[in-house]
C-alpha cells in the first residue's frame, strides 16, 4: 500500500543557513497514530512543516499520496486542493491560525473555502461546537479566549474540513491536565475514524498512550531512533542521549519515572 507521506534522504536548511532537519528516510503509514518526540529545536516542527506541504525539502523528496511534493505541485490547483483537503496542520503557534471575529466563522471558514452547501457548512459547525465543548463561545472572537480554548478553536478549525490526516504540532504543550486528558479522549476518536495522525512532542506520558509508532529526533536533527512506545520510552540511555528525560529518571516495572531536578535533596533525605 501506498504510504500517506515518504521522506527519501530529505533534509531541510533554513534561507538563514540553519539546518532544520538533517537527511531524513521515514514513510507515514495510512491509519498510523505516529508521534515524533524531540528535544527543543530538534526538528520536530521543520519535519511537520515538509510533512504539511508548508515547507520543501532542500535536498532528498517528499511525497504525499505517492506523489512528490514540491512547490510547483502545490501550485497546481487541483493536487493542491486535495492536499490541502486531505492533510490538516495544527500549528504550534495557535495565535497564528486564528484570524476570523468569531469562533463560529474561524470553524466555517474551512468548509467554506471547500464551496460545501450552507446547511452542511452549518451542520459541521455545529457538529464541532458540540465536540469541542465551545458552544457558549460560539459568538466570541477567538483572541478572548483560553490557551485550552483557543487551541481547541484550531482544532475545530482543521477537523471541520474533515482531512484524513492530521499534522498536530505540540497540541498539548502550556496547557492542564484536563486538557490533555481531553486531547487524549480526542485522539482516540480520530483513530476510531480511521485517521492517520503524526504528533510532534517532548511530552513522553502523551506518547506512551497515542503512539503506534514513535520516531526519536536528536539535537543534531537526525532520527536517533524509531519503534514501539514501550521500547523507545524504556530506553533510558537513549532518552537521556536525546535529552529528553535527564539523569534522575529511572524504570521501574517497564514505567518510565522521572523525579525532578528540584527534589534531589528530598529524595536524599528519604532514601
Ligand atoms: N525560521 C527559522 N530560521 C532559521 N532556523 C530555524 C528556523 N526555525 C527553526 N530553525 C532551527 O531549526 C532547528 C529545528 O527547529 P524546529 O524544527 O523548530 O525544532 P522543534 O520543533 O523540535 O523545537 C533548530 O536549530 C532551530 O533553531
Ligand atoms: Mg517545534
Not at 480554548?149 to 482544532?155: F, G, I, P, S, T
Request: with cysteine.
Amino acid at each position: 500500500m501506498t504510504p500517506i507521506f515518504a521522506l527519501e534522504n530529505a533534509c531541510y536548511r533554513y534561507p538563514d543557513g540553519r539546518l532544520g532537519l538533517a537527511e531524513t528516510t521515514l514513510e507515514v503509514r495510512e491509519r498510523e497514530s505516529l508521534v515524533v518526540l524531540g528535544a527543543n529545536a530538534s526538528g520536530k516542527s521543520t519535519l511537520l512543516g515538509l510533512l504539511g506541504g508548508l515547507i520543501f525539502p532542500t535536498g532528498g523528496r517528499v511525497s504525499a499520496f505517492g506523489a512528490e511534493l514540491t512547490e510547483a505541485a502545490l501550485e497546481d490547483g487541483e493536487f493542491a486542493r486535495s492536499f490541502r483537503q486531505r492533510v490538516a496542520v495544527l500549528l504550534q503557534d495557535t495565535d497564528a491560525m486564528l484570524f476570523n471575529s468569531t469562533v463560529y466563522d474561524e470553524i466555517a471558514f474551512g468548509p467554506l473555502q471547500l464551496d460545501l452547501p450552507g446547511d452542511e457548512v452549518r451542520r459541521r459547525v455545529e457538529d464541532m461546537l458540540d465536540l469541542l465543548g465551545l458552544r457558549a463561545v460560539a459568538d466570541q472572537p477567538p483572541h478572548r479566549l483560553s490557551g485550552g480554548e483557543q487551541r481547541k478553536v484550531a482544532l475545530g478549525a482543521i477537523l471541520a474540513v474533515s482531512p484524513q490526516v492530521l499534522l498536530l504540532d505540540e497540541p498539548t504543550s502550556g496547557l492542564d491536565p484536563r486538557f490533555q486528558r481531553w486531547f487524549v479522549e480526542l485522539v482516540i476518536e480520530l483513530r476510531r475514524a480511521g485517521k492517520a495522525l503524526v504528533t510532534a512532542t517532548h511530552d513522553l506520558h502523551i506518547a506512551d498512550v497515542i503512539a503506534d509508532r514513535v520516531v526519536v529526533l536528536d539535537e543534531q536533527h537526525r532520527i536517533a531512533a524509531e519503534g514501539r512506545p514501550h521500547d523507545i520510552l524504556t530506553d533510558l540511555d537513549l532518552l537521556l542521549s536525546v535529552n529528553l528525560v535527564h539523569e534522575h529518571a529511572h524504570v521501574h516495572d517497564g514505567q518510565l519515572h522521572i523525579h525532578p531536578h528540584t527534589h534531589l535533596h528530598e529524595h536524599e533525605h528519604a532514601g
